[in-house]
């Protein structure tokens, strides 16, 4: 018998593909909040009103203290004039008060201790409270270490050293007191020992004296200065800057504001070593 014929097997019918898409389940969105920083300010430095200040300079019935003297007139405060010899610094002071400055002029010789006394007493009495002090009032002496007379060490050290002593302690309670004051040691490269102690023996210890003091005076705010060698009675030809150059370095820590520097050595407006 012939062979039966296979039936051709059924095709099967292709599978209908599906496009499946995922799709990702969407998050609910952020709610973005805008938050802008805002820095916090700093309180604006308060600018100092200094025609309400009194500025009592040393020595400034010449060179760099009638300087300093004018300055701090210019920049409004009412200058005290302190001079060892009242006609000498009645002279200095006319100038000033030609220009409208307030000056008044104190007999002030800063080597007696009672001298010192005296002047504070006549402005406590006059109802004047001293709010910058500037210790300028200094003298030289050339004489060898090694001849140099103990009146001669002491009377220099007397002007340069213990007058700023006794100058601050005179006046710097009363800045405590009101709890405002600037206090400027008119100091020396010649007395650091940062520049090998280069000046005659009297001045370079007076001055040295002069910085340590600062330093221990640092509570009651005084900074100290180096005018520079500048062209003055004492100086004579050897002085390099200008008078005014000089006073302007300490005219300029003079009027700091509140949140300058203290108890510091300076060498006009930048820190200097000691």
């Not at 002496?141 to 005179?170: H, I, K, Y």
């Not at 509570?219 to 005014?244: F, H, I, N, Y």
């Amino acid at each position: 018998m012939p062979a039966a014929k296979k039936k051709p097997a059924a095709r099967k019918a292709p599978a209908k593909k599906v496009a499946a898409k995922k799709v990702a389940a969407k998050k609910p969105a952020a709610k973005k909040t805008a938050v802008k920083k805002v820095a916090s300010k700093k309180p604006a430095r308060k600018a100092i009103d200094w025609t309400t200040k009194t500025a009592l300079v040393t020595g400034a019935n010449r060179g760099i203290g009638l300087e300093v003297a004018r300055q701090l007139g210019q920049a409004g405060c009412r200058v005290i004039l302190a001079a060892r010899d009242a006609a000498l610094g009645e002279e200095a002071a006319q100038p000033l008060r030609a220009e409208g400055l307030d000056v008044r002029v104190e007999k002030l010789d800063v080597s007696d201790e009672q001298s010192v006394k005296d002047c504070a007493a006549r402005l406590r009495q006059a109802g004047i409270a001293v709010d910058i002090l500037v210790n300028n009032a200094g003298i030289y002496d050339r004489t060898p270490v090694l001849t140099l007379p103990t009146e001669t060490f002491m009377n220099v050290f007397r002007t340069n050293t213990l007058g700023a002593l006794w100058c601050s302690q005179a006046f710097i309670p009363g800045m405590i007191e009101r709890q405002w004051g600037r206090v400027v040691m008119v100091s020396s490269g010649l007395g650091t020992f940062s520049r090998g102690m280069l000046g005659h023996p009297c001045y370079a210890i007076s001055k040295a004296a002069l910085n340590a003091l600062t330093v221990k005076l640092a509570q009651a705010a005084p900074d100290a200065v180096r005018p520079g060698w500048v062209k003055t009675r004492l100086a004579g030809d050897l002085g390099k800057d200008s008078v005014e150059t000089g006073a302007g370095r300490v005219a300029y820590l003079a009027l700091l504001p509140d949140d300058g520097p203290t108890g510091g050595y300076f060498r006009g407006q930048r820190s200097s070593r000691w």
